[in-house]
């Protein structure tokens, strides 16, 4: 394959470096798969209006999110597991993030710690909280991304129990991964996967092994990490995350406009429409079928951002055209550290930038704060 052009091109190199389980990990949503498909379908849905004859120089993307400058708004979702995708995954996507300057989001379910990540950065990441029923554990969390300076919390709402996804059962793939003869075979089959990962130390959840009191080796981490996810979860709970953590907030996970309206009143500075990528819910609606309706309901209250399904600049320019101050890519980040570490990470970034550049352009558009439902057929 020549230079990759488009997500899509990444996501192909991906899966011929990635072991299969590992790569399946990133391409998969809950049972059915249907919301995961919709999160990428609706987009097409969507039709941008071309203007002629404007003067068209001079573009900018660079805005804001939640008051930050960014290079255009677009950053990296939180996903478990990325240093799987590739060795030192979480570092190396942090490295690209901060480069391009866009925000990078540490998963607590990250291979390589909050501390590995601020070792290899200057700036501030952000970092997403898991409600673990270890509340001891979620406040040494919230310490120690408050001692590593980060300059978000992203605390996500849509997990309080685990949704299903056939295809890592059937890959036999847990937390932390076990290795049987097939799993071993897939990652024979991809010896530069492997080669890297020898080469690093960072193989399991360093956020939470050595940090929560009943782990202590990979078995423990097992138990622990099936039992830990937080069913009794409330708006309480949001409160005192609130104050503990003290800085700037981010609810993600929001897909109701009852939800966003309570979430307002948390004093939250933003809410990520967001279904997890399809990976929970199947059934639920996309999120950018949802944006709308939440803007509508609470966009003049607290910034409102997204994710799920946005796979190329045009989606972009929809989501903020519909009223998102903000967007966030999980999965095309993933498949760009796949396919060719932290220079696929920054390929997947230009890719979105060039497109979301010129689209902006033939939409009439200079300035990415100019970009409302005016560049939208029927919106
Ligand atoms: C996720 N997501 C996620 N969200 C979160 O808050 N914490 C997490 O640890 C994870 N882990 C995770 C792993 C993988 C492999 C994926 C694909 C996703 C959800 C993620 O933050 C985001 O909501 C979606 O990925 C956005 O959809 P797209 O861009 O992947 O379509």
């Given at each position: 394959m020549g230079k990759p052009l488009e997500i899509k091109d990444l996501k192909a190199l991906a899966k011929r470096r990635v072991p299969k389980m590992f790569f399946d990990y990133a391409d998969s949503g809950?049972?059915?798969e249907s919301t995961y498909r919709a999160n990428e379908d609706d987009f097409a849905k969507i039709k941008l209006r071309q203007r002629v004859l404007v003067d068209m120089t001079d573009r900018s993307l660079a805005t804001s999110m939640i008051g930050q400058p960014v290079s255009m708004p677009v950053a990296l979702s939180p996903t478990g597991l990325t240093g799987m995708q590739h060795a030192d995954g979480e570092m190396l996507?942090?490295?690209?993030a901060e480069e391009f300057g866009v925000p990078f989001t540490l998963s607590t379910m990250s291979i390589c710690s909050i501390e590995d990540v601020?070792?290899?950065?200057?700036?501030p990441f952000w970092f997403q909280l898991y409600v673990m029923q270890d509340r001891d554990f979620v406040i040494n969390l919230i310490d120690r991304a408050k001692a590593a300076k980060c300059s978000a919390l992203v605390l996500t709402l849509d997990l309080q129990i685990l949704g299903q996804r056939h295809k890592d059962i059937r890959n036999g793939l847990s937390a932390p991964p076990k290795f049987t003869?097939?799993?071993?075979?897939?990652?024979?089959?991809?010896?530069?996967?492997?080669?890297k990962m020898l080469g690093t130390q960072r193989r399991t959840f360093r956020n939470i092994v050595g940090h929560a009191k009943s782990v202590t080796d990979l078995s423990s981490l097992s138990v622990w990490t099936s039992e830990q996810f937080d069913p009794r979860l409330s708006w309480n709970d949001v409160a005192w995350i609130k104050e503990r953590w003290g800085g700037p907030l981010i609810l993600k996970g929001i897909l109701d406009p009852?939800?966003?309206r309570m979430a307002v009143s948390t004093g939250a500075d933003?809410?990520?429409v967001s279904n997890h990528g399809g990976r929970?819910?199947?059934g639920a609606m996309s999120s950018i079928g949802m944006l709308p309706r939440i803007v509508d309901a609470v966009g003049d209250k607290i910034e409102v951002h997204i994710d799920g399904g946005i796979r190329s600049g045009q989606d972009v320019l929809?989501?903020?055209?519909?009223?998102?101050?903000?967007?966030y890519i999980g999965r095309p980040f993933l498949y760009g550290l796949g396919a060719d570490g932290k220079r696929g990470v920054t390929t997947a970034l230009d890719i979105i930038r060039k497109e979301m550049d010129i689209t902006m352009a033939l939409c009439g558009k200079r300035n990415i704060a100019d970009v409302d439902r005016s560049i939208l057929l029927d919106a």
């Amino acid at each position: 394959m020549g230079k990759p052009l488009e997500i899509k091109d990444l996501k192909a190199l991906a899966k011929r470096r990635v072991p299969k389980m590992f790569f399946d990990y990133a391409d998969s949503g809950a049972w059915t798969e249907s919301t995961y498909r919709a999160n990428e379908d609706d987009f097409a849905k969507i039709k941008l209006r071309q203007r002629v004859l404007v003067d068209m120089t001079d573009r900018s993307l660079a805005t804001s999110m939640i008051g930050q400058p960014v290079s255009m708004p677009v950053a990296l979702s939180p996903t478990g597991l990325t240093g799987m995708q590739h060795a030192d995954g979480e570092m190396l996507a942090a490295q690209a993030a901060e480069e391009f300057g866009v925000p990078f989001t540490l998963s607590t379910m990250s291979i390589c710690s909050i501390e590995d990540v601020a070792s290899v950065t200057r700036k501030p990441f952000w970092f997403q909280l898991y409600v673990m029923q270890d509340r001891d554990f979620v406040i040494n969390l919230i310490d120690r991304a408050k001692a590593a300076k980060c300059s978000a919390l992203v605390l996500t709402l849509d997990l309080q129990i685990l949704g299903q996804r056939h295809k890592d059962i059937r890959n036999g793939l847990s937390a932390p991964p076990k290795f049987t003869p097939k799993h071993i075979w897939q990652m024979a089959t991809r010896p530069g996967w492997c080669m890297k990962m020898l080469g690093t130390q960072r193989r399991t959840f360093r956020n939470i092994v050595g940090h929560a009191k009943s782990v202590t080796d990979l078995s423990s981490l097992s138990v622990w990490t099936s039992e830990q996810f937080d069913p009794r979860l409330s708006w309480n709970d949001v409160a005192w995350i609130k104050e503990r953590w003290g800085g700037p907030l981010i609810l993600k996970g929001i897909l109701d406009p009852e939800d966003a309206r309570m979430a307002v009143s948390t004093g939250a500075d933003a809410i990520i429409v967001s279904n997890h990528g399809g990976r929970q819910l199947d059934g639920a609606m996309s999120s950018i079928g949802m944006l709308p309706r939440i803007v509508d309901a609470v966009g003049d209250k607290i910034e409102v951002h997204i994710d799920g399904g946005i796979r190329s600049g045009q989606d972009v320019l929809k989501a903020v055209a519909l009223g998102a101050k903000g967007t966030y890519i999980g999965r095309p980040f993933l498949y760009g550290l796949g396919a060719d570490g932290k220079r696929g990470v920054t390929t997947a970034l230009d890719i979105i930038r060039k497109e979301m550049d010129i689209t902006m352009a033939l939409c009439g558009k200079r300035n990415i704060a100019d970009v409302d439902r005016s560049i939208l057929l029927d919106a």
